[in-house]
């Protein structure tokens, strides 16, 4: 599979706030928060066009 | 009618003010006795005068026109909910504009001498041996404000009737100065100055219970957690030798996260990334991305304002 690394730059107290969502439930691991926030904003920014494009 | 426990009135003249010793559970009335009268109001911890009333923190929790069921809150880093605004008659109050000075008058309109907010501001505060450099900035009742479409604040006149009030309860022993504004060649009072009424009476269970709960936190530091509790008494500034910066979190270091994307979620970040702001840096957009998408799923206060729900 094509996979495209994006290495994103995040100091500690971003990587504390990442850790304690994780420690929710939210996501398994750093990356795949990423990849959640990334598909879920870009859903909602997807609905929204739809939404204003009538 | 509920019966009133007052425990004391005053009426406020034109020119006026009067600091009030407004005890935890004690509720301050302050009341049109024409109506059309604008006051200004400072704040303090009535044992600890370092900590005051904070417009600034008020109005990013609570807007340019706090009324009933608002807090009045105290500067950082105290962050106390101080006063809670159990009635407002009319709702139109203002956290915009600064209380009108000495300045104010003899710059735009050439008086050497005229009613101004701070300066009977500092003489109510000298009963309680304060200076002028303590009349902090004020919480604005009954002045009629908003922003016009440039951006700059703009003050007109108001529609308040004789009986009109705002009841303020403290919610720790504060000393409180209401006063008369004197700005009588502005809109702001109507173009006159009125007397006020002040009544202080005591909070029923009713009042009390209707108060919500405000956070206690860590961050609401009194100084007891100041690495320097001393109020300085003289007035120069000089360097002290010994200081070495204790910054938090400091310093601050760069951690590399990769991220491995499907071509389908780089389609996404295409999409939505924002190129105006970040060019060709994909990794600072989707460190965007992320955080965006965490104050939309997670944030329930404003942004830049912080949880008062406890
Ligand atoms: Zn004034």
Known sequence: MNETIVKLRLNQQQLELMDRTIAQGVAPDRAALVRLALREYAASRKAETAGSSR | ???????????????????????????????????????????????????????????????????????????????????????????????????????????????????????????????????????????????CTGVDADGHAYMTRQTTKAGDHVDLLALMDVLAIPNVCGADVMKTSNFALKPLK???????????????????????????????????????????????????????????????LTAEEVTMLNAVKLTDIYGDDDAAALRDILFSWWEERFLQAHAGAPAIEA
């Open chain 2, 1 to 143: 009618m509920t019966t009133r426990k007052i425990t004391s009135e005053w009426i406020l003249e034109p020119g006026t003010g009067k600091a009030i010793e407004l005890l935890k559970g004690q509720v301050l009335r302050i009341e049109q006795v024409e109506g059309g009268q604008c006051a200004d109001f400072n704040c303090f911890n009535l044992h600890d005068y370092k900590e005051f009333m904070h417009c600034g923190r008020t109005r990013t929790v609570h807007g340019f026109h706090p009324t009933k069921g608002t807090f009045m809150w105290s500067a950082p880093p105290r962050e106390r909910a101080m006063l809670y605004i159990l009635e407002d008659t009319v709702g139109r109050n203002d956290v915009l504009f600064p209380r009108c000075s000495a300045y104010v008058y003899e710059a735009a309109y050439g008086f050497s001498v005229h009613t101004n907010c701070h300066d009977i501001q500092a003489e109510a505060q000298r009963e309680y041996g304060l200076t002028p450099d303590d009349v902090h900035d004020s919480f604005n009742l009954f002045m």
């Open chain 2, 198 to 260: 002040l009544t202080v009476f005591e909070a029923t269970e009713a009042d009390l219970a209707s108060v919500p709960t405000t956070p206690v936190l860590a961050s609401q530091r009194t100084p007891k957690d100041f690495k320097n509790p001393v109020i300085k008494s003289d007035r120069g500034l000089r360097r002290d030798p010994d200081y070495r910066p204790e910054f938090p979190n400091t310093p601050i270091v760069l951690t590399e996260l990769p991220v491995a």
